[in-house]
């Protein structure tokens, strides 16, 4: 499937501000799945974008600008091409939670099983993961369960939480948005020692009636590592495991290994952000 992004975040500030020092997560990976044709970037004020990889593997545009501005404008215009991931037929069931114990000193899960800067493993969040987990001993099973209980249970809400919330009072509140739903996923996974680790993305709505929720913006899901099968990706917004649909931007462990802007400046708080998100399917014959 070829998909077109456009993501553009805008802020206007009261009062100029100055030295502002920012990073993107805003440029597609390319891995087996999917593949970046091309990923152009253009900020407002003027000025030059640098880029490095991050330490999880991630493409990270950053720039500064020093001078007087009253606002700024970041776009990114994406084409990517995805290819199916996953073989609905052949879904990693069949491992045992037993076998975690022999991933814990493997330095790809390691990372993921520990608490972070949104994520907290404690008896309160262990307790609810076991009641979640009910007699399931298979590692995908649970992971899948897990992600069901945020679906059925959390209520979809753009006007509760903030981008500080974090996973342990998403999982009190049962109230979010996709963020909150990866970080209350997160949580109760690692409780049970199965590796999970967050995503930022975007979501391809290909439903008739529009119903994916997360898809006029930025999304967020997790993947969980089965041994012996890989990273396998769950979204808990919309309760379905992720296939083509879906376009990778970065993964960490948290969201703030990967959200798609960061930064600081000198100044008064913005009087507003906006942030619009288009995510559209392009014919073979468009170049």
Known sequence: MRLYVFHQTKYRYPSPVKDSFNELRLYP???????????????LPSTQLRQYLDLNGNIVNHFEIPQDHSKLIIESRSTVTTHSRVDFNALPYGKKMSTLKK???????????????????????????VDVQADSQDIFQTAYMIMEFIFQNFE??????????????????????????????????????????????????RTRDQSMRGAEASHAWIEVLVNGFGWFGLDPTNNQVVDENYIVLG????????????????????????VNVTVKRMDSSDR
Request: charged fraction near 20%; include cysteine.
């Open 29 to 43: 990976i390319s891995n087996e799945w999917q593949k970046c044709e091309s990923c152009f970037i253009h900020v």
């Open 103 to 129: 991933m814990q000193g493997q330095s790809e899960a390691r990372p993921y099983l520990q608490s972070s800067s949104f994520v907290e493993i404690n008896p309160e969040s262990w307790r609810l993961a």
């Open 156 to 205: 979809y809400s753009n006007s509760i939480t903030s981008v500080e919330t974090h996973g342990n009072q998403a999982l009190k509140l049962r109230k979010g948005v996709c963020q909150d739903f990866a970080h209350a996923a997160l949580v109760l996974c690692r409780c049970l020692s199965i590796p999970a680790r967050y995503v930022s993305g975007y979501v391809f709505d």
């Open 251 to 274: 993964t960490g462990m948290d969201y703030k290994d990967v959200a798609p802007v960061t930064g600081t400046y000198f100044g008064k708080p913005p009087k507003s952000m906006e």
